[in-house]
């Protein structure tokens, strides 16, 4: 411990009591007599305790919060400091620092420099350190997780389909975002996902965002845990039930005649291109398009009329472009990304028979004689459906196309990007899964709409193969919209090395 006292004159005195010559005073005693008669630090603890855990690496802030803080920073100093808060009200704190312990030794010392007034107005100034000894305790919410009884709120999403194409785009939204951050389980079941969370807060911040990225409706329920009648608390379980429309992308879907009027007269039959914030449908027939929200499609539902499963593959046998196509009254507006035309399909299973089927179709800018294309043969199919059974006959197509058929085994060849994916729990998953992502891959290399949402990465691993009988015209996402995925091997050349510099 040092002392020193604070003074401007240059003529000296005698110490009171030793007699020793030293500059004036208000005291008139030197620095020794001070010290053995004056001690500024005393009531201040030398040794204090500070609460860790160490699962969740955090310390406990008084009297409830935890609060994470990095060895020798300045939350952890503030921290410290508020601990010694109460003894220092009579001493005034001019500096502090950390002193340099084992990072495992359990103890974080602290030099603190405090100034006070004693005697007849003098001003002594001490430095001492003070000695904070860790103690390990566990949070609460570590000990929920440790007790098997971790989550507060969980949020269950659900969409009834048998394909997954919305929600693997809902997990890139929710990767882009980082809501998966704040999540402490994340498992996914048969025709859904579910997540758990430690607040109802943040479970309600997901359902939020949810509600804004894809149509759908929400239900809330809680469930009482326990009471303390003392102090009048409860502790609920919260669990918000989501349900997204049962309409994906390439779903043949059926109107109902008042929706189809309220949409601008479009015909019933359409086809789903895209399920974002709202349904997109497009009118295979006209090439009207529309959008259906949420609120709108549960006022009026509709349901889809095949699967990916059920999507059989034809040969373009001949094709006539419609340039002019009015339009009656009321109608409403027409897309001008797609072209429509008249085709003669034949099934690729029936080749050696002469069953062709003529239709109306929205993919005359990509469609040729010769070329492969996927849909849905509604001469020969047996469908149940409320809106369908009512129409005109005469007014229900033959075959509904979707979309263009490419060889998917070059696509795979020379797609050189991947997604990421969330962590998550696998419970009875289905063996059709890969072909899913698969189409949900196809599905962004088409729409470019579709994917300015949703992060692609390069990938390093895979070395594209070009070649020109490999190119089927087949869509490809260009380098430019590619992103580098981080690696903190980058930065030093490899795990451990050193800086690599020019």
Not at 332 to 360: F, I, P
Request: some cysteine.
């Amino acid at each position: 411990v040092s002392l020193f006292l604070l003074s401007t004159d240059d003529f000296q005195v005698l110490c009171c009591t030793c007699g020793v010559p030293i500059p004036p005073n208000p005291a008139n005693m030197c620095v020794a007599c001070l010290r053995t008669q004056v001690d500024i630090s005393e009531g201040i603890p030398k040794q204090v305790t500070v609460h860790f855990c160490k699962q969740c690496e955090r310390y406990l802030q008084p009297p409830a919060s935890w609060v994470q803080c990095a060895l020798e920073s300045r939350e952890l100093l503030a921290l410290c400091l508020k601990k010694l808060k109460s003894s220092m009200t009579k001493v005034r704190l001019i500096d502090a620092g950390f002193l340099w312990t084992e990072p495992h030794s359990k103890r974080i010392k602290i030099k603190l420099t405090i100034q006070k007034e004693v005697m007849n107005g003098a001003i002594l100034q001490q430095v001492f350190v003070v000695e904070f000894v860790v103690q390990y305790q566990m949070c609460d919410d570590c000990h929920r997780v440790e007790a098997k009884d971790f989550w507060k709120a969980v949020v269950q999403v659900r969409q009834k389909t048998v394909h997954k194409k919305t929600f693997y785009y809902l997990e890139q939204l929710i990767l882009k975002h980082k809501l998966h951050q704040n999540s402490l389980n994340i498992k996914e079941i048969h025709d859904g996902i579910d997540f758990y969370y430690g607040s109802k807060q943040h479970a309600q911040k997901m359902v939020d965002f949810l509600q804004c990225t894809v149509p759908c409706r929400s239900k809330t329920s809680q469930r009482l845990i326990s009471h303390d009648i003392h102090s009048n608390t409860y502790n609920y379980k919260s669990t918000f039930s989501v349900e997204i429309v049962p309409v994906c992308k390439d779903n043949v879907v059926c109107l109902s005649p008042r929706l189809a009027q309220s949409l601008g007269n479009m015909g019933q039959v359409c086809v789903c291109v895209r399920v974002t914030s709202t349904i997109h449908l497009i009118d295979p027939s006209t090439l009207q398009v529309a959008e259906v929200d949420g609120n709108t499609y549960w006022r009026y539902p509709f349901n889809s009329l095949c699967n990916p499963r059920q999507l059989e593959e034809f040969i373009v046998m001949d094709l006539d472009i419609i340039r002019d196509q009015k339009l009656g009254a009321g109608a409403g507006v027409r897309s001008n990304k797609h072209t429509l035309a008249e085709v003669w399909v034949q099934k690729t299973s029936e080749m050696d028979t002469s069953q062709q089927y003529h239709c109306r179709t929205f993919l005359g800018h990509l469609l040729n004689i010769g070329d492969l294309v996927l849909g849905f043969d509604f001469a020969n199919s047996n469908i149940n459906d409320e809106h369908l059974n009512k129409m005109n006959p005469h007014h229900v197509p033959d075959v509904v196309l979707i979309k263009k058929s490419y060889d998917r085994s070059r696509r795979v060849k020379r797609r050189n990007w991947k997604l990421q994916e969330m962590a998550r729990d696998r419970e009875g998953m289905d063996t059709d899964d890969e072909r899913q992502y698969q189409d949900f891959l196809e599905d962004l290399e088409e729409d470019e709409a579709l994917r300015k949402n949703v992060n692609i990465y390069r990938d390093a691993s895979k070395i594209p193969v070009e070649s020109d009988t490999d190119d089927d015209g087949a869509p490809r996402i260009s380098l430019m919209e590619m992103m580098e995925e981080l690696s903190l091997a980058d930065a030093t050349g490899g795990e451990g090395a050193d800086m690599m510099t020019d």
